[in-house]
């Protein structure tokens, strides 16, 4: 492997979830949203009503896990790491 592979190997974008706080990754948005519909449906038992919570409480789900973090990382000067440090 050359010097040019091993220091692209060693390049990689910086994750936009290590930029945000505990109560912004992955595993806090899911289970706040699974909690939220969960919660409705043991207080309320209306399916429709439950429903209604989903809907919206998914999308913003699926927007922050799944969406938001490839639209940040294809922002030309997204920082990549290189070695500890991130590089702009």
Do not use: Y
């Amino acid at each position: 492997m050359s010097n040019q592979q091993s220091a692209q190997a060693d390049q990689r974008r910086l994750s936009p979830w290590q930029l945000k706080p505990w109560w912004c990754q992955p595993w806090s948005i899911g289970m706040t949203g699974c909690s939220l519909i969960m919660l409705t449906w043991l207080v309320f038992h209306r399916v429709w009503l439950v429903a209604l919570v989903a809907l919206p409480v998914g999308a913003w789900m699926g927007f922050f896990l799944l969406l938001w973090p490839r639209l940040v990382m294809q922002q030309p000067g997204w920082p990549t790491v290189v070695g500890d440090r991130a590089e702009p």
